[in-house]
């Protein structure tokens, strides 16, 4: 999707004084391979509201065939009409679902208008362009507890996780919040065992209790959260005391995206073509305006697809990917969210 904004400028300059890339370094690197696999134009074959606000479709190829295999945590990319790309969570394992991918699309009333074009345009029969599944959340299947906690929408990678070791016979546990049962989505029908699982309303002012889950769960144990960001600051305080290898999260907005912007000047490296970004738009955006060829996905610093090496400046880390210990260390940034802290970024592109 191409947001509206000002438009930024470009300079060239005939001498590079940046200092010359890294031998064989990429100038962005996607942290999970998939998203360069062909495309796919599948069918919805079926659509049905099953909470406020939230439209299951299942999609599949014309034929009925078998689509490319995934495993849980993934995602598709809808590729819709009028620009809009758009990532969503895969309900079920492959494994019980071979012919068919199954996602959840929540109205966001407030957003650009992709789940909007969604819940009016993919009518059953209709047909959508999607990238094969990718992966940014992956599950360690082999822990000695795997405990999930959800929010919202949040619940569709986590119940594909759940099913999975259920299936498998491994140990689990899953707490959903949403705002009411009408918001929440059923979990009906996926083989869920229903000790394991506990869900929290907020209209019956039931809380989950974060910091007791997270002591309490065996050694051995990994954590898994997908949410709102009031909900993940709250995980993430109460995993302080965990190792990180342990503690992992998926977002499905981005930390920093409404925070203050200033203009700022960007640099490429191999060309030495400058680049003055506006407040109001990425470096992603302006980048692509001025006809540099990008890789990207989410625009929300959630995925990983753009990220990009710093060869010289200071950035503003805003992206849900980088560990606290990559940010410090500045080698690299999200550049569809965060920006520079001051001063000229240069980036290996």
């Excluded at 998203?35 to 999609?59: E, K, P």
């Excluded at 929290?200 to 144990?221: C, N, W």
């Excluded at 990207?296 to 990220?307: D, K, L, N, T």
Aim: glycine share 8%; with cysteine.
């Amino acid at each position: 999707m191409i947001d509206t904004a000002p438009s930024c400028t470009a300079a060239s300059i005939d001498t590079v004084n940046a200092a010359s890339p890294e031998s064989g370094t990429s100038s962005c690197t996607n942290r999970h391979q998939g998203s360069d696999s062909a495309s796919l134009d599948l069918v919805v074959r079926d659509r049905r509201l099953v909470a406020t606000d939230m439209l299951l479709l299942h999609l599949q190829l014309a034929d009925g065939g078998e689509l490319p295999a995934y495993e849980p945590g993934a995602h598709l990319t809808l590729h819709l009409k009028e620009g809009f790309e758009r990532r969503y969570s895969l309900l079920v394992p492959h494994e019980s679902s071979r012919t068919r991918y199954v996602i959840c699309v929540k109205l966001e009333a407030g957003g650009r208008g992709g789940s909007r074009h969604i819940h009016s345009n993919l009518l059953q029969g209709s047909s959508v362009r999607v990238s094969p599944p990718d992966n940014y959340f992956p599950l360690e299947e082999d822990a000695a507890l795997s405990v999930f906690i959800a929010g919202g929408i949040g619940i569709t990678p986590v119940l594909c996780m759940a099913a999975r070791l259920q299936a498998l016979g491994h140990p689990w546990e899953l707490h959903y919040a949403a705002r009411s049962h009408q918001y929440a989505l059923p979990l009906e029908g996926y083989g869920l065992a229903p000790e394991r699982v506990r869900q929290y309303f907020d209209d019956r002012a039931e809380k989950v209790g974060m910091e007791a889950i997270l002591t309490t769960a065996p050694q051995g144990s990994h954590f898994y959260c997908c949410g709102p960001q009031g909900m993940l600051d709250a995980y993430k305080r109460a995993a302080a005391h965990l190792p990180a290898s342990v503690v992992h999260f998926e977002s499905f907005g981005a930390a920093d995206m409404a925070a203050p912007s200033e203009s700022m000047t960007v640099k490429l490296a191999r060309d030495g073509r400058v680049f003055h970004v506006p407040a109001s738009q990425s470096i992603l955006d302006c980048l692509r305006a001025g006809g540099v060829e990008l890789p990207f996905s989410c625009r929300q610093g959630v995925c990983g697809a753009c990220e990009t090496r710093i060869v010289a400046g200071l950035p503003e880390h805003r992206d849900m990917v980088l560990s606290e210990a990559e940010r410090k260390a500045n080698r690299t940034m999200m550049i569809c969210c965060s920006r520079s802290q001051g001063g000229e970024l240069v980036l290996d592109l």
